[in-house]
Every structure is written in structure tokens, then in C-alpha cells.
């Protein structure tokens, strides 16, 4: 006769055996295990640090023994959200930063969406002469640095009063221009300005393109002008676009680095980015971290806030199984004006700067423009003679280093952005609808959300010290590989994900059939017919991090100094010279290694312009 006792075992041995199939038919499906495998990843590499950034800003820090003695280090403490938000010192380390933040960050974003909506109307909705040569002239000073303008301008327009040697103004009309034109906000703004507004216009020409001209044809046969088309039918349906527009300009310029550092660290105009830099660079990373925060949550408000003013809207439909057509606006002959200012702006914003730079680089003498004052030292010179200090930049080693630096974390980051991406791609879309699918999208979005100088704050303070099987990573050239790849993340990830809802689930259904494992699927089919996405993730990637400073310049060590970090050394030391010949240098690498890779996978229909 059966027990009680045996009948008991016979369940808890049944449930454990059916949990046990469960378990071993989760761990038998790649994608699960890979989606698994990305969350710990992504949990691991996003949200740990944020609450480790979090733990800093309320625990007792060695700086803080001077102001807290008796208090051991570690312990919960109040003392930086008091000494930021409420002390004798918040107005100089929070509120005028802050406020100096919001001015350049509105006021850019606000010209930025002016400008790129203005070029994006006039690429899609215009008869505008060479669209296609307009088309990728507007993009293209997203290729350069974002302080490539900074750099250019204060050799334009700095003064004798603080940047020592005059500028080019000066030295043409024998005026010092005031220190609000040549350093502040006014020149952070328009500098910011005509980097960012590549994204208002890549966005909203994109939702411009599918605005069906019917609709704004029914409104002029009800008697609206053309200017009330516009304002009342066109405007809001791109409203998303330029929602999404603002979000990115805004998050990408409140957090930028090396822009006010360039422009406003010189007149003591802190932003919160340079104020962390600052709190951070003295010690003083509680407050650098809790200001660190404070740009996170500015972030974050910005989206709610976006995603709030969208969600009162029931539809955006421009597109439907009725019929699409777009026309053209006929400009006349103003057209070829709009062509003229559309090549003076690449003038202002892509062939000055870099002719400025080159001026400068051949300079004997910081400030004397004149022919005889011209060198090479500065390339290929040396160290003695015209500077006993510095050699050229091809007989540098300082520099040299830190373009093999630059090269090899760009290729790094390239590659394993590709990879996760990849995966992350394949994951989502095998999944597409269920929770984990949603949740590991948004996981691989969020580093978008933390701007990059606060970012790299976050990772100071996590791998500072040794985590679990993870040794300290500060001062490596890992640490520097890893937050880049993590910080690519969101645009891998989104390539992907566009690649694989590209590719129909029965050709790997049809290989599994036929008994082909999953890697030899992945090798085989998938791979290889993501080709463009994957492409596409590696050069974004790639660019970007040849050209990142904020990201990384609370990061770097002297033996894992990059281009970047250098040239902005070479600001603070003031050697105008040097910094115009590094700078060409690193423009030459992006443009010469974006060359490369369209050349290499020329076969590979890449997916940007």
C-alpha cells in the first residue's frame, strides 16, 4: 500500500523533472540562451552601474575627510546632495553650470531643429539643383569632431586678453574681438549648432518623405494657402520626427565635453559636463558623480516629456493603401540661391575649420599669419630648433601612439558592437512581441540615454576596484574598449534589428529541417544576408569612436591617451600649433578609414549615405 509519504515524493520528483525539461528545452534553444546571456551582459554593463553611481553620491568618499572627520569611508552619508544642492559652495558647483547647461543646450537644440528641418524641406519637398550632391554635403560635418568648430573658432576669433596670441580676426582688421564673441555661450551654441543639426535633418527628412502631397493638395482646394498647408497638415504629422529629433540633439549636446571645454573653460563658463570634469579631476567624485546624475535624469525627463506630448496624439498615418504621392515645390530661380547657401554653409562648416586648422598648424609663431612666419616644424620638424619643446606630428611619439590608440580601439569597439549587435538583433526579432524581447530592446537602448561624459563617470566609479572575478579595469585599455562598445550599443543594436526583420524565419527554418546546426545557419544564411546592417553598425561605430572625447576623457591614462584626449591636452597647454596639426591628423584617419571600409565591402549595400 502507497504512503502518504511516497506520494509526496512522487510529485515533488515529478515536478522536478518536469522544471528540469523546461530548464534544458529553455538552454536547447540558441536564442534563448543568447537573449540570456545579453541580459546578464547588459544588466551587468548598464544597470549595475547606474545604481553603483547612485551608491557613490550617498556614501562617505576619501575627499570627504576634511569636511566629515570621524566618519569612515563607505558610510551613508547626505553630505554631497547637501553640499551641491544646499551649501555655501552649490551656486559655483550646481546652479550656474546647471543654468549655463540648459542656455546652450535649448539654444542649440532649438537651432539645430531650425536648420535641419529648413535642409530637410528643402531636399524632399524642393526642386533644389544636384539633390543628391546636397543630400550628403549637409552630413558631412558629422564626419568631423564635434570641437573641430571650437578649435576653429577660437583661432578666428581669440583675443590677446585671454588666449595669449591673437586670432586671424584680429590679425586682419587690427581689432580684439570682446571675450562673449570669442569664448561663452554665444560660440558654444553656434558651434554646437552647425555640428548637430545632421540629426533634425536626417529625421525629419525621413518623415517629410512619406507626407502625402494629396493631403496638402486637399488643402489648398479648401483655400488654404501654402503657408497654412504647411503649418496646418505637414507640421503635425511630422511631429514625431521632430520630437525625436529634439531628444537626440538635446541629450548629445547637454552632454557634450569638448566643445565647452574648448570655448568656455577658458573664461571659468562651466557646463555639468565640465563641472564633473572638474570635481572628478580635483577628487573630488562625489559631487563629480552626483552631478553626473543630474544629467542622467535631465535625460530621462526629456524623453518622458517628448513621449508625453506624442501620446495625446491617437494617429501620425501619412501613408495608407490608398495611393502616395509627393511633389515638388518649384523654387524658380531662387532655387540656385538655395543651392548657393546650401554650399556656403559646407564652406562655413566643413571648409574653413579645416582651412583654419591648416593655417595654424603652419604657423612659426602663434598669432603672425604672415608667409614668412610659415613652417613645416609642426609636421615633420624635430623637437629643438622651432619649439625645443615639441617635435612634429609624423616625429611625435606622443601623437603617434595615440593615433595607433585611436585605431585600435576604433576597430575593437567596431567589432564587438558589430557581434552584440548581431545578436542582440537576432534575438529581438526570433522573439518579436514577447516581454523578454521588449525588455532586451530597451536594455540595449539605454546607454543612448546617459550622456557620454556622465557615463564615463559611472564606469570610474564601478571598475575603480575589483568586481567579483572582474579585476580593476581603471587605466587599461579594456576599460576603454568596453564602455565605447557599450556606448555604441544603441546604434548596433537598432542596425540589427533592421537587418534581421529583413530576413523571412523560414530560410533558417528550412536549413534546421535539413538537419544544418545552428552555427553553420548563423555562418551560412543569416550572417551573410545581414552583411549590410552589420557593415553599416561597424562604420557608425567606428567614426564615432575615432572622434569621441567626452566619452572617454575622464578615462584615459598617459599610455592609453588617444587622438582625441591628446589634442585637447595640447588645448590646455596651449600649443595652438600642435593642435591643428593633430587634429588634421584624426580627420584624415576618419575620412581615409571610412574610404577604406566602403572600398573593402564595396559589394555590401551599406545602409547610411
Given at each position: 500500500?502507497?504512503?502518504?509519504?511516497?506520494?509526496?515524493?512522487?510529485?515533488?520528483?515529478?515536478?522536478?523533472?518536469?522544471?528540469?525539461?523546461?530548464v534544458?528545452?529553455?538552454?536547447?534553444?540558441?536564442?534563448?540562451?543568447i537573449?540570456?546571456?545579453?541580459?546578464?551582459?547588459?544588466?551587468?554593463?548598464?544597470?549595475?552601474?547606474?545604481?553603483?553611481?547612485?551608491?557613490?553620491?550617498?556614501?562617505?568618499?576619501?575627499?570627504?575627510?576634511?569636511?566629515?572627520?570621524?566618519?569612515?569611508?563607505?558610510?551613508?552619508?547626505?553630505?554631497?546632495?547637501?553640499?551641491?544642492?544646499?551649501?555655501?559652495?552649490?551656486?559655483?558647483?550646481?546652479?550656474?553650470?546647471?543654468?549655463?547647461?540648459?542656455?546652450?543646450?535649448?539654444?542649440?537644440?532649438?537651432?539645430?531643429?531650425?536648420?535641419?528641418?529648413?535642409?530637410?524641406?528643402?531636399?524632399?519637398?524642393?526642386?533644389?539643383?544636384?539633390?543628391?550632391?546636397?543630400?550628403?554635403?549637409?552630413?558631412?560635418?558629422?564626419?568631423?569632431?564635434?570641437?573641430?568648430?571650437?578649435?576653429?573658432?577660437?583661432t578666428f576669433?581669440?583675443?590677446?586678453r585671454?588666449?595669449?596670441a591673437?586670432?586671424?580676426?584680429?590679425?586682419?582688421?587690427?581689432v580684439q574681438?570682446?571675450?562673449?564673441?570669442?569664448?561663452?555661450?554665444?560660440?558654444?551654441?553656434?558651434?554646437?549648432?552647425?555640428?548637430?543639426?545632421?540629426?533634425?535633418?536626417?529625421?525629419?527628412?525621413?518623415?517629410?518623405?512619406?507626407?502625402?502631397?494629396?493631403?496638402?493638395?486637399?488643402?489648398?482646394?479648401?483655400g488654404?494657402?501654402?503657408?497654412?498647408?504647411?503649418?496646418?497638415?505637414?507640421?503635425?504629422?511630422?511631429?514625431?520626427?521632430?520630437?525625436?529629433?529634439?531628444?537626440?540633439?538635446?541629450?548629445?549636446?547637454?552632454?557634450?565635453?569638448?566643445?565647452?571645454?574648448?570655448?568656455?573653460?577658458?573664461?571659468?563658463y562651466?557646463?555639468?559636463?565640465?563641472?564633473?570634469?572638474?570635481?572628478?579631476?580635483?577628487?573630488?567624485?562625489?559631487?563629480?558623480?552626483?552631478?553626473?546624475?543630474?544629467?542622467?535624469?535631465?535625460?530621462?525627463?526629456?524623453?518622458?516629456?517628448?513621449?508625453?506630448?506624442i501620446?495625446?496624439r491617437?494617429?501620425?498615418?501619412?501613408?495608407?493603401?490608398?495611393?502616395?504621392?509627393?511633389?515638388?515645390?518649384?523654387?524658380?530661380?531662387?532655387?540656385?540661391?538655395?543651392?548657393?547657401?546650401?554650399?556656403?554653409?559646407?564652406?562655413?562648416?566643413?571648409?574653413?575649420?579645416?582651412?583654419?586648422?591648416?593655417?595654424?598648424?603652419?604657423s612659426?609663431?602663434?598669432?603672425?599669419?604672415?608667409?614668412?612666419?610659415?613652417?613645416?616644424?609642426?609636421?615633420?620638424?624635430?623637437?629643438?630648433?622651432?619649439?625645443?619643446?615639441?617635435?612634429?606630428?609624423?616625429?611625435?611619439p606622443?601623437?603617434?601612439?595615440?593615433?595607433?590608440?585611436?585605431?585600435?580601439?576604433?576597430?575593437?569597439?567596431?567589432?564587438?558592437?558589430?557581434?552584440?549587435?548581431?545578436?542582440?538583433?537576432?534575438?529581438?526579432?526570433?522573439?518579436?512581441?514577447?516581454?523578454?524581447?521588449?525588455?532586451?530592446?530597451?536594455?540595449?537602448?539605454?546607454?543612448?540615454?546617459?550622456?557620454?561624459?556622465?557615463?564615463?563617470?559611472?564606469y570610474?566609479?564601478?571598475?575603480?576596484?575589483?568586481?567579483?572575478?572582474?579585476?580593476?579595469?581603471?587605466?587599461?585599455?579594456?576599460?576603454?574598449?568596453?564602455?565605447?562598445?557599450?556606448?555604441?550599443l544603441?546604434?548596433?543594436?537598432?542596425?540589427?534589428?533592421?537587418?534581421?526583420?529583413?530576413?523571412?524565419?523560414?530560410?533558417?527554418?528550412?536549413?534546421?529541417?535539413?538537419?544544418?546546426?545552428?552555427?553553420?545557419?548563423?555562418?551560412?544564411?543569416?550572417?551573410?544576408?545581414?552583411?549590410s546592417?552589420l557593415?553599416?553598425?561597424?562604420?557608425?561605430?567606428?567614426?564615432?569612436?575615432?572622434?569621441?572625447?567626452?566619452?572617454?576623457?575622464?578615462?584615459?591614462?598617459?599610455?592609453?591617451a588617444?587622438?582625441?584626449?591628446?589634442?585637447?591636452?595640447?588645448?590646455?597647454?596651449?600649443?595652438?600649433?600642435?593642435?591643428?596639426?593633430?587634429?588634421?591628423?584624426?580627420?584624415?584617419?576618419?575620412?581615409g578609414?571610412?574610404?577604406?571600409?566602403?572600398?573593402?565591402?564595396?559589394?555590401?549595400?551599406?545602409?547610411?549615405?
Open positions: 500500500m502507497t504512503t502518504l509519504a511516497e506520494i509526496e515524493t512522487t510529485r515533488q520528483s515529478g515536478r522536478a523533472g518536469r522544471l528540469s525539461r523546461r534544458g528545452q529553455f538552454l536547447s534553444a540558441p536564442d534563448r540562451l537573449a540570456l546571456i545579453m541580459a546578464i551582459i547588459l544588466c551587468l554593463l548598464v544597470i549595475v552601474p547606474l545604481f553603483q553611481l547612485i551608491r557613490e553620491t550617498v556614501t562617505v568618499q576619501p575627499y570627504d575627510a576634511v569636511y566629515l572627520p570621524g566618519r569612515a569611508v563607505g558610510e551613508l552619508t547626505s553630505f554631497h546632495y547637501e553640499r551641491v544642492f544646499t551649501g555655501r559652495m552649490s551656486w559655483a558647483l550646481f546652479y550656474k553650470p546647471f543654468m549655463n547647461s540648459l542656455v546652450t543646450a535649448f539654444g542649440a537644440t532649438a537651432i539645430c531643429l531650425a536648420l535641419g528641418a529648413l535642409l530637410a524641406w528643402v531636399v524632399v519637398r524642393t526642386n533644389v539643383p544636384y539633390r543628391e550632391f546636397v543630400n550628403t554635403a549637409v552630413v558631412l560635418p558629422y564626419m568631423l569632431p564635434s570641437w573641430v568648430m571650437a578649435l576653429a573658432w577660437v576669433f581669440k583675443n590677446d585671454v588666449a595669449g591673437s586670432g586671424v580676426f584680429a590679425y586682419l582688421f587690427g574681438p570682446p571675450d562673449w564673441i570669442a569664448f561663452g555661450s554665444l560660440p558654444i551654441i553656434i558651434c554646437l549648432s552647425l555640428h548637430y543639426y545632421v540629426y533634425g535633418f536626417l529625421i525629419i527628412s525621413g518623415s517629410l518623405s512619406t507626407v502625402d502631397s494629396q493631403l496638402e493638395e486637399a488643402g489648398a482646394i479648401a488654404m494657402s501654402r503657408f497654412r498647408q504647411f503649418v496646418s497638415i505637414t507640421v503635425p504629422l511630422v511631429v514625431p520626427a521632430v520630437g525625436s529629433a529634439v531628444v537626440m540633439t538635446f541629450i548629445r549636446v547637454i552632454g557634450s565635453f569638448g566643445t565647452p571645454a574648448v570655448l568656455g573653460m577658458p573664461i571659468r562651466f557646463v555639468l559636463p565640465t563641472q564633473i570634469y572638474a570635481a572628478i579631476g580635483s577628487r573630488n567624485v562625489g559631487d563629480g558623480y552626483l552631478l553626473a546624475l543630474v544629467l542622467v535624469l535631465l535625460a530621462v525627463l526629456f524623453i518622458w516629456i517628448n513621449q508625453r506630448m501620446g495625446v491617437k494617429s501620425f498615418v501619412t501613408m495608407s493603401g490608398k495611393g502616395f504621392r509627393r511633389r515638388e515645390i518649384d523654387l524658380g530661380r531662387t532655387r540656385w540661391l538655395v543651392f548657393a547657401l546650401v554650399v556656403l554653409l559646407m564652406c562655413i562648416t566643413v571648409v574653413m575649420p579645416l582651412g583654419l586648422l591648416v593655417l595654424q598648424s603652419l612659426r609663431t602663434a598669432g603672425n599669419y604672415d608667409l614668412s612666419n610659415l613652417t613645416l616644424h609642426y609636421w615633420i620638424g624635430d623637437r629643438g630648433g622651432v619649439n625645443a619643446l615639441y617635435a612634429g606630428v609624423f616625429k611625435n606622443q601623437i603617434l601612439n595615440a593615433a595607433w590608440n585611436s585605431l585600435r580601439l576604433a576597430f575593437f569597439t567596431a567589432l564587438a558592437t558589430a557581434v552584440l549587435g548581431f545578436l542582440i538583433g537576432y534575438v529581438v526579432v526570433r522573439n518579436r512581441g514577447t516581454l523578454s524581447s521588449r525588455a532586451l530592446e530597451m536594455a540595449a537602448f539605454l546607454p543612448y540615454i546617459f550622456p557620454a561624459v556622465a557615463f564615463g563617470a559611472i570610474i566609479g564601478m571598475f575603480s576596484q575589483s568586481l567579483g572575478p572582474i579585476p580593476a579595469l581603471y587605466g587599461t585599455f579594456a576599460l576603454l574598449v568596453l564602455i565605447a562598445t557599450v556606448k555604441n544603441p546604434y548596433t543594436s537598432r542596425t540589427g534589428i533592421a537587418a534581421m526583420l529583413q530576413i523571412d524565419k523560414s530560410l533558417e527554418e528550412s536549413a534546421r529541417v535539413q538537419g544544418i546546426g545552428w552555427f553553420s545557419r548563423i555562418r551560412k544564411i543569416v550572417a551573410p544576408l545581414a552583411a546592417g557593415v553599416s553598425g561597424m562604420l557608425l561605430s567606428f567614426i564615432g569612436t575615432m572622434r569621441e572625447l567626452s566619452l572617454i576623457i575622464l578615462l584615459v591614462t598617459p599610455s592609453t588617444v587622438l582625441a584626449s591628446v589634442i585637447y591636452t595640447y588645448q590646455t597647454d596651449d600649443v595652438p600649433q600642435l593642435i591643428g596639426a593633430a587634429t588634421l591628423l584624426l580627420v584624415a584617419l576618419v575620412v578609414c571610412n574610404l577604406l571600409f566602403r572600398l573593402v565591402f564595396r559589394n555590401t549595400k551599406m545602409g547610411f549615405a
